[in-house]
């Protein structure tokens, strides 16, 4: 609880900050590859090749401000309930597939990407493009990436908002669950069921977030591992979380022989988290209700349906714009 209070103080002085430099443009920002961006001027077409940044400026209110996106846009359950506008711009392609062509087609003045694709900025800045690295690896990084984009599009208000919001809402869960013990959980893979998210991955902190002991705390990375079945038997998870983009089910996991000693599934305790939105394990603005989702299923006798329920219903119809089915919660 003191680290989330220490946070909302961090968040709201960078905002004092920002607002005394964004007074007018050019401005210049240090972006999450410790790059320094000067931005001219305010940017009113944006190229995000990255659907986590993408769903950040949807938060932020700058759906009618983008001018291309990442790939498959379509298959975003969350652009269709909030910018459905988007479906239809021109795509620029993956991380692993970047189409410099179609960014620049796009005449973008303002570019954000993931920081892997440091190569592609350096391209496009060659143009006199400005583009934001961003890397949003834990929440931290997360609330960092938010007020990044806000003070390079004047959203910072709606950015420490939203912050606000996010870190309120994992104090209050963080509170209740002060005197629970911790659950070993393991969140696997979207991919395949024999992988599982390291220590460095974003879905490790949304398992601490949500008083959870990642059972494969041991294994170090940024990306899904592969893991055998013997490393998961030794693992031996009390619970296991499947994302909701994952192209296998719970009972997939219950239904596998080799697994049937698990503590987890010996319990019934393979969860998926809802499909109808976004990836939660994601550190997407919403991703707090992975944690609080988490939260609930895993200590649902101290936080409750309710709490989740409410908390995703005001996150939705306050930064994007529509009000959730409660059944798909």
Same mark, same amino acid.
């Given at each position: 609880?003191? $680290?989330?209070?220490?946070?909302?103080?961090?968040?709201?002085?960078?905002?004092?900050?920002?607002? /005394?430099?964004?007074?007018?443009?050019?401005?210049?920002?240090?972006?999450?590859?410790?790059?320094? *961006?000067?931005?001219?001027?305010? +940017?009113?077409?944006?190229?995000?090749?990255?659907?986590?940044?993408?769903?950040?400026?949807?938060?932020?209110?700058?759906?009618?401000?983008?001018?291309?996106?990442?790939?498959?846009?379509?298959?975003?359950?969350?652009?269709?309930?909030?910018?459905?506008?988007?479906?239809?711009?021109?795509?620029?392609?993956?991380?692993?597939?970047?189409?410099?062509?179609?960014?620049?087609?796009?005449?973008?003045?303002?570019?954000?990407?993931?920081?892997?694709?440091?190569?592609?900025?350096?391209?496009?800045?060659?143009?006199?493009?400005?583009?934001?690295?961003?890397?949003?690896?834990?929440?931290?990084?997360?609330?960092?990436?938010?007020?990044?984009?806000?003070?390079?599009?004047?959203?910072?208000?709606?950015?420490?908002?939203?912050?606000?919001?996010?870190?309120?809402?994992?104090?209050? /869960?963080? #509170?209740?669950?002060?005197?629970?013990?911790?659950?070993?959980?393991?969140?696997?893979?979207?991919?395949?069921?024999?992988?599982?998210? +390291? =220590?460095?991955?974003?879905?490790?902190?949304?398992?601490?977030?949500? /008083?959870? *002991?990642?059972?494969?705390?041991?294994?170090?990375?940024?990306?899904?591992?592969?893991?055998?079945?013997?490393?998961?038997?030794?693992? =031996? +998870?009390?619970?296991?979380?499947?994302?909701?983009?994952?192209?296998?089910?719970?009972?997939?996991?219950?239904?596998?022989?080799?697994?049937?000693?698990?503590?987890?599934? $010996? =319990?019934?305790? *393979?969860?998926?988290?809802? $499909?109808?939105? #976004?990836?939660?394990?994601? +550190?997407?603005?919403?991703?707090?209700?992975? *944690?609080?989702?988490?939260?609930?299923?895993?200590?649902?006798?101290?936080?409750?349906?309710?709490?989740? $329920?409410?908390?995703?219903?005001?996150?939705?119809?306050?930064?994007?714009?529509?009000?959730?089915?409660?059944?798909?919660?």
């Amino acid at each position: 609880m003191k $680290k989330i209070l220490t946070m909302l103080l961090t968040l709201a002085l960078a905002c004092a900050l920002s607002v /005394c430099a964004l007074a007018e443009y050019p401005v210049t920002l240090t972006d999450q590859a410790g790059r320094e *961006v000067t931005i001219e001027n305010k +940017p009113e077409h944006i190229v995000s090749g990255y659907y986590i940044s993408t769903s950040a400026c949807i938060a932020l209110g700058l759906s009618d401000r983008m001018a291309a996106v990442e790939a498959k846009a379509d298959t975003r359950n969350i652009y269709a309930l909030s910018a459905p506008e988007l479906i239809s711009l021109p795509n620029v392609g993956t991380a692993k597939n970047f189409n410099l062509e179609a960014c620049l087609a796009a005449e973008p003045d303002l570019v954000i990407l993931p920081k892997r694709l440091s190569e592609a900025a350096e391209s496009i800045s060659a143009f006199d493009i400005p583009v934001l690295l961003v890397n949003p690896e834990d929440d931290e990084l997360l609330a960092q990436m938010l007020l990044l984009i806000g003070a390079a599009t004047e959203t910072e208000d709606r950015a420490t908002d939203l912050n606000a919001f996010i870190l309120t809402q994992l104090g209050m /869960c963080q #509170e209740m669950l002060k005197n629970e013990t911790p659950v070993t959980a393991l969140i696997l893979g979207n991919s395949d069921k024999l992988t599982c998210a +390291p =220590n460095g991955m974003y879905q490790a902190s949304l398992l601490k977030n949500a /008083c959870a *002991v990642n059972a494969a705390a041991d294994i170090e990375g940024t990306k899904w591992a592969e893991i055998s079945y013997e490393q998961l038997l030794a693992m =031996n +998870p009390q619970a296991i979380i499947i994302p909701a983009e994952a192209v296998y089910t719970a009972e997939d996991v219950l239904g596998d022989a080799e697994l049937a000693e698990l503590d987890a599934v $010996k =319990n019934g305790a *393979v969860y998926q988290m809802p $499909k109808a939105f #976004e990836a939660w394990d994601s +550190p997407v603005p919403s991703g707090v209700l992975g *944690v609080l989702w988490t939260a609930k299923t895993l200590h649902s006798q101290t936080y409750g349906e309710a709490q989740y $329920k409410d908390a995703a219903k005001m996150l939705y119809e306050t930064y994007y714009g529509f009000t959730p089915d409660e059944a798909a919660l």
